[in-house]
């Protein structure tokens, strides 16, 4: 059974920096395609970055250039760096895994539902 556990949200100032964990666990980590999205109340869950078991990223134009995504496979665990934050960036943001490669479809409305999810995590971002 797959199972993920986000972590590391938390109120900042813009311009601030967070870095968000998700503990991931029942997971075949041989061929995955591992992603954070965001979401806020009314909206779409939209992709952030990805990261695949090739170590390819992939990153959303929401976050290119402020957000790195990554992988520790001996912990198992998801990172997304973020930087310089700005309040757009508010929402709940969520761990998800799928199986296969992050093709360029990553965060397509059809491949989102093919993720498993975590609970999320809440990101503030004051101005």
């Known amino acids: 059974q797959v199972e993920l556990e986000e972590s590391g949200g938390g109120s900042v100032q813009s311009g601030g920096s967070l870095r968000l964990s998700c503990q991931t666990s029942?997971?075949?980590?041989?061929?995955?395609?591992m992603a954070w999205f965001r979401q806020v109340p009314g909206k779409k869950r939209e992709g952030v970055g990805a990261?695949?078991?090739?170590?390819?990223?992939r990153y959303a134009n929401n976050m290119a250039g402020r957000g790195t995504i990554s992988f520790d496979n001996a912990k198992k665990m998801l990172y997304l760096q973020m930087n310089n934050l700005q309040p757009e960036d508010t929402g709940m943001y969520y761990c998800?895994?799928?199986?296969?490669?992050?093709?360029?479809?990553?965060?397509?409305?059809?491949?989102?539902?093919?993720?498993?999810w975590g609970k999320g995590t809440a990101v503030t971002v004051s101005s």
């Open positions: 990261v695949d078991s090739t170590r390819n990223t």
């Open positions: 029942g997971y075949s980590y041989n061929n995955y395609c």
């Open positions: 998800g895994a799928s199986l296969g490669y992050c093709s360029s479809s990553w965060s397509s409305e059809y491949k989102i539902g093919l993720y498993s």
